[in-house]
């Protein structure tokens, strides 16, 4: 139940009806034993109780997959104060659920599909505000060509109910995927597809639909497309879904050169827009872009793209306050890869973002890859990102003098940040049946936050800051000379009462490595043999150090992970 075509889609995703890794994924519910014990032992998955999988396409034309799993209660092992031991629940008994079927016709030119899924619990009162009792998804798909392929259109649709608990109902109407609870938003319905901030309701349903048509070959080529949700819709118990409450729209013409000539091999080319607004009316997103790509005679590639934003409005910044406005941005890419066909490639890029407020985000990233040998391949990738961003959100305070913001203060601030990455990775193939994956990656990344302030009004970019263009801010620092908090007055002399936040700043390492070993010991059947090693470590620094920060990641402790995986192929 597919995704988008769109290279240029922004703050919209796929329709999802699965994500696997809901299934035996860690506790949700690993609070009730770390908030309430002096000791706990959380475990650190949900034991799949049984799981079981049929594909596959019978005689009269239909293509079916099926796929069930129980997952079982998950308890922490807990010592209270007293020093006494028990076990506490930490994730219900659940059964997840996904089914697929769909049906050529026309030669295969037109499918026609359907999907169902779900997740069912069994709840009682500890996780009734806390998960769902059942979530489903009921969906329908189709996909049409003609003109042999030349032309195409895709439509989806779906329907999601989530049930429980009035409590649990509640966060998701607060979620980040749509912020229901946002003081400047209308009052919404209570039909069907209910969009009301509600603290009584058992239920949120909503809708979802996309539909593109497009010419997908010939010189010219060029697509149409729109994606929508509606607020109350809900997939993230058994699916991945990032927000809702949104239609978007986007247009796209490009042209290819595929004659060979003295200084390309081929050229594309694309001009296109998008743009979209929420159920309310407000305009959250809009952009102008360009693309260029050339596979030069030496078979280099070279592609840049240029992306124009003008100022909108933002209904998510304020974490569920008044929507706020967008300062108007520019981006731009160059990247650049070698003839794939030699023994050592490489592949470089450069990205900046520029907006009217500051904000600046300049990037390079790069990978050089050495094959030896047709059967082995190592490559290196190094990134470095530094960005500065003008408006970081950084909490919320309630003060009844603050009228313009509906009695919350929403404290932001700049933020300096630095990240910096290697992806290393070694792939070995034994024989078509047999492969070795290894995979690296060290991360750091730190960030600086300065200049706390707020917003001088709803649906504006002005600010002022705390101390220099309203009020006062003092920092609270330990014995070492860190800052440990921040103490402000958002009025000085005014009626508003000082209050107090947390040093933000960050300072992050991670290291996350893992072996993946194939073997198809039989035509169809596959043995996976894999071990993960995870470390992290932080601190409140705020910069970037590596000789420090290499040494707080190497000593901090690793976890692993461990895992066999068979699949057993049935022939008739």
């Keep these: 139940f597919g995704g988008l075509n769109c290279n240029f889609c922004s703050n919209v995703e796929g329709m999802s009806s699965f994500y696997s890794r809901r299934v035996g994924r860690a506790p949700t519910g690993a609070s009730l034993a770390t908030d309430s014990s002096q000791f706990a032992d959380v475990p650190d998955a949900t034991t799949i109780l049984g799981a079981g999988k049929i594909t596959g396409r019978v005689a009269s034309g239909f293509t079916v997959g099926l796929l069930d799993a129980v997952t079982g209660q998950a308890n922490a092992k807990v010592q209270t104060s007293t020093g006494d031991r028990a076990t506490q629940e930490v994730e219900p008994l659940a059964n997840y659920f996904v089914g697929r079927l769909k049906h050529d016709y026309i030669n295969g030119n037109l499918v026609v599909g359907g999907v169902v899924s779900g997740v069912a619990r069994r709840i009682d009162e500890t996780f009734a505000p806390r998960l769902a009792r059942h979530a489903e998804m009921y969906g329908n798909d189709v996909y049409y060509t003609w003109h042999d392929h030349m032309y195409s259109f895709r439509a989806q649709g779906a329907l999601t109910n989530v049930s429980g608990d009035p409590r649990e109902i509640l966060l998701r109407e607060e979620s980040s995927a749509r912020y229901f609870q946002r003081p400047d938003r209308g009052s919404g319905s209570d039909g069907f597809l209910s969009n009301r901030f509600d603290s009584s309701a058992t239920a949120l349903r909503g809708a979802g639909g996309y539909a593109r048509v497009a010419k997908e070959t010939g010189d010219w080529f060029g697509e149409m497309g729109l994606n929508t949700r509606t607020p109350g819709y809900e997939t ?186 290697l992806d290393t990775r070694l792939n070995v193939t034994f024989s078509p049946a047999m492969t070795l994956q290894l995979y690296l990656q060290p991360f750091f990344a730190s960030g600086n936050y300065f200049n706390f302030k707020e917003y001088v009004a709803p649906r504006t970019v002005e600010t002022a800051i705390y101390g220099k263009d309203r009020g006062t801010i003092s920092a609270v620092k330990d014995a070492g000379g860190m800052i440990t908090q921040y103490t402000i007055d958002p009025d000085g002399a005014g009626p508003g009462a000082p209050f107090t936040i947390g040093n933000p700043n960050f300072s992050q390492q991670s290291l996350r490595g893992n072996a993946v070993f194939r073997w198809e010991y039989r035509p169809g059947s596959v043995l996976y043999v894999a071990w993960t090693q995870s470390r992290f470590a932080d601190a409140t620094f705020g910069d970037l150090d590596l000789a420090r920060d290499r040494s707080a990641l190497l000593a901090a402790r690793p976890d692993n992970i461990f895992l066999v995986k068979a699949s057993w192929w049935l022939t008739r």
């Design 236 to 421: 993230n118990d058994y699916a991945f879904q990032q927000r809702a409450d949104y239609i978007w729209y986007n247009a796209n013409i490009g042209h290819m050169w595929t004659k060979p000539t003295s200084w390309y091999r081929s050229i594309n080319t694309i001009v296109g827009g998008q743009t979209q607004t929420n159920y309310e009316g407000d305009r959250t997103q809009k952009q102008l872009h360009v693309y260029f790509s050339e596979t030069t005679p030496q078979f280099w590639n070279v592609s840049a793209f240029l992306i124009d934003r003008p100022s909108v409005i933002d209904d998510r910044q304020l974490r569920g306050g008044p929507a706020i406005k967008t300062p108007s941005s520019r981006y731009a890419e160059l990247d650049v890869s070698t003839d794939s066909r030699h023994a050592i490639t490489a592949f470089t890029g450069l990205a900046y973002y520029h907006d009217d407020q500051g904000d600046a985000a300049p990037s390079i990233y790069g990978t050089i890859s050495y094959r030896p040998v047709s059967n082995v391949s190592v490559s290196f990738g190094p990134s470095w990102n530094p960005s500065r961003n003008y408006a970081q959100y950084v909490t919320a305070i309630s003060d009844s003098t603050a009228t313009a913001f509906h009695g919350t203060r929403y404290v932001v601030s700049n933020l300096d940040q630095r990240t910096l990455g």
